[in-house]
């Protein structure tokens, strides 16, 4: 069956170092792959869509690469900021119709 | 701005009541979603939508059904509602015309209790 795993439920930093999430999938050959940000009691808000063909991506401070052969991506924030704080969710779609399953989550927390 | 709107905040309802969770977008998306989510077991697909009146099951159909009857409504159902359906529930729309994909834009979510 198809499954997303985000390599942890949490994960703590000082501020000001990288955070790094991973997002590694089985079963599935997308053609994106997403990541979301959600702070408690609200809903997820996209933050970067990346393609097959693409390795890598930036939008400010974040980063994501795409490595197909080793079906995994990984989320970068650079000069992580207590404001970053907050569970981050990789998407992936399993059919052409845009069906989109999520991983469960990595929880962000920066401290001072 | 786009927008996804769901009816409720905060829910609370009787075990073995009919519960509508209503969920509208202006965005004339193609696609809509409706999750489930649970601490430790994150968002779980229930029921997803490409068009008008067409639907598939998600992960966790059971003890749901959903209605699209315009584009920009999609309606989650629980038929006799039970307390293990106690959950934030979260919409989502995504624009999918074609197979192309593009960004979920999600509700603020409901919290139903079910008592």
């Known amino acids: 069956s198809q499954k997303i795993e985000q390599n942890s439920e949490a994960l703590n930093i000082q501020e000001g170092k990288t955070a790094t999430l991973t997002c590694n999938y089985t079963?599935?050959?997308?053609?994106?792959l997403q990541w979301y940000r959600q702070d408690p009691g609200r809903g997820p808000v996209f933050l970067l869509l990346i393609r097959e063909n693409e390795k890598e991506k930036r939008k400010e401070r974040l980063k994501v690469t795409f490595d197909t052969t080793l079906k995994q991506s990984l989320f970068h924030i650079t000069a992580s900021q207590p404001a970053d704080s907050a569970t981050y969710l990789c998407a992936l779609e399993s059919s052409t119709l845009g069906r989109l399953y999520f991983g469960r989550g990595t929880q962000l927390t920066v401290w001072p | 701005d786009v927008k996804v709107t769901q009816s409720s905040r905060y829910l609370v309802k009787r075990t073995g009541e009919k519960v509508f969770l209503e969920c509208v977008q202006d965005m004339d998306h193609e696609n809509m979603f409706w999750y489930r989510q649970d601490p430790g077991l994150g968002l779980r697909l229930i029921y997803f939508s490409y068009d008008v009146k067409m639907k598939e099951k998600g992960d966790i159909p059971e003890g749901y059904s959903v209605s699209r009857e315009k584009k920009e409504r999609f309606s989650l159902i629980l038929e006799s509602a039970s307390t293990n359906q106690t959950s934030m529930y979260l919409c989502a729309s995504s624009l999918g015309a074609g197979g192309i994909s593009a960004e979920a834009f999600f509700g603020q979510g409901t919290r139903l209790t079910v008592v």
């Open positions: 079963n599935y050959s997308p053609a994106y």
